[in-house]
């Protein structure tokens, strides 16, 4: 007995003792927790507002079809994107359906395209006609090689929103404007330094060198992009330089017009609110995000097209965007694809997601809807779905390939090293600045290209 007290007491200390006591109880009351059982067809998604707007589409056709039940569930963005490329790369279940942003969809396209992990819509679409009613170049961040593999969400054109109050009280005309050149010539009153600390008291657009959204917004706007229709990098281009020079002589030298003003911060509402800046480029679901978090700036502000780089170009540009898929796992293949139509062709739901977030719905069977149309207050009375309808159809398009983000963050370098090289050598003239953004993104195409190759199931892959 003495031995077997001390072979006790050797391996089980009082310290011992508590840490398994307390292991068990743990263990027995999680054990005895209620388990969430989730019934229905999975759907994972990773927009509140998405989720929100959905819920009462889904409440009805869950009571309607209680065979065909949905089970939709909200993600982080993050869990999705790590569920997801898990489940694709594994070939286990995942979510029957699944709406993402354009940033995680395109993860799944760095594979051979027989292996993405979605299902291809492109002969549904075309052969019951959904394709000819969304905007067509809506679609393409989800076509790869050719292949759709999602339906858009939205659209997000971009318009030039203003200080309206400040621009008329100046007494200026803004119909005089069609260009960059224009605009910041015509604007040009509102930067004086009245307070005498050398400084203007206003500048003209808000944009910076280090915003990967502002760089590819405006060479977008002007024609450029960073790969072609068969995603191979094209970061090097000559408008691409182009737009690197311009920018540079609008962020910095005498005679700098932008500053950065913070769309979604408070010390940002506040900058906007006081005029510190003028124009803001401004997609639509960042006019509706200002209406709730900065409704002081209502009756201040107006949109218009963004001033175009050359007479008679593009006036929009775009930023953001959503897809919802099907995942070749489901064995719901054609009650996903009836709950994609049910959702995303909804005139209710087009109706209930403007109002709640100015966003215009891809589908332009729904442009007529006279809600589109209603005067906004908080854009001094214009009828803001309209105005971002008119410019919808002419959103540049843009690449499909896993690899944009890589791009954007290296033209955004070059970016900034052409602003460092302008200000050491005093240089801030286009055309010499031009010579030295080639030679910049000639090494960021460099960069790029090597990064892309060390992905053998992307090379020469035929389209």
């Not at 809807?369 to 919808?392: L, W």
């Not at 960021?444 to 090379?459: D, M, P, W, Y």
Request: some cysteine.
């Amino acid at each position: 007995m003495k031995a077997l007290r001390v072979w006790f007491g050797r391996f089980f200390s009082p310290g011992a003792l508590v840490i398994v006591l307390i292991a068990l109880t743990t263990s027995t009351i999680v054990a005895l927790l209620p388990t969430r059982q989730i019934e229905g067809i999975p759907f994972w998604l990773t927009a509140k507002p998405h989720f929100e707007a959905y819920t009462p589409l889904l409440e009805e056709w869950n009571r309607e079809k209680p065979d065909q039940k949905i089970a939709m569930m909200l993600l982080h963005g993050g869990a999705l994107e790590r569920r997801m490329l898990a489940g694709f790369l594994s070939g286990t279940p995942v979510a029957d359906v699944m709406e993402a942003h354009l940033g995680i969809a395109a993860k799944a396209f760095l594979g051979p395209v027989e292996n993405v992990g979605f299902v291809d819509l492109t002969e549904r679409l075309h052969t019951e006609g959904i394709y000819a009613q969304i905007n067509t170049p809506s679609f393409a961040p989800y076509t790869s090689r050719g292949h759709i593999f999602g339906v858009p969400h939205d659209v997000h054109p971009v318009l030039l929103a203003y200080r309206a109050d400040l621009v008329e009280a100046a007494g200026i005309d803004v119909s005089q404007i069609e260009t960059w050149e224009d605009y910041f010539r015509v604007m040009r009153p509102l930067m004086k330094d009245e307070d005498g600390d050398g400084r203007p008291d206003r500048y003209l657009l808000s944009a910076w060198d280090s915003r990967a959204d502002t760089t590819t917004m405006l060479i977008l706007q002007a024609g450029g992009d960073f790969f072609d229709e068969q995603d191979n990098p094209t970061i090097n281009s000559e408008i691409n330089a182009e737009v690197l020079a311009r920018l540079v002589t609008w962020f910095t030298g005498p005679n700098r017009v932008c500053i950065d003003v913070d769309a979604f911060t408070a010390s940002g509402h506040r900058q906007r609110l006081d005029g510190l800046v003028i124009g803001t480029m401004c997609p639509d679901w960042m006019a509706g995000s200002w209406k709730m978090e900065n409704p002081l700036l209502g009756g201040k502000i107006k949109l218009m097209p963004l001033p175009a780089w050359e007479k008679g170009g593009r006036r929009t540009s775009v930023a953001g965007g959503t897809m919802i898929g099907i995942t070749k796992t489901s064995e719901n293949i054609e009650t996903c694809w009836e709950l994609i139509q049910h959702l995303y062709l909804s005139p209710q739901l087009a109706e209930h997601t403007f109002r709640n977030t100015t966003i215009i719905s891809p589908v332009k069977t729904l442009w007529s809807e006279s809600f589109y149309d209603e005067p906004d207050p908080f854009f001094s009375g214009q009828p803001v779905g309209r105005m971002y309808i008119e410019q919808a159809p002419d959103v540049p398009r843009r690449s499909s390939s896993p690899y944009v983000n890589d791009a954007a963050i290296r033209v955004t370098t070059a970016l900034l090293d052409l602003r460092s090289y302008a200000d050491r050598h005093g240089i801030y003239d286009e055309a010499a600045l031009k010579v030295e953004a080639r030679r910049l993104l000639d090494h960021a195409q460099k960069s790029l290209t090597q990064l892309i190759e060390r992905n053998a199931f992307l090379k020469h892959e035929a389209p």
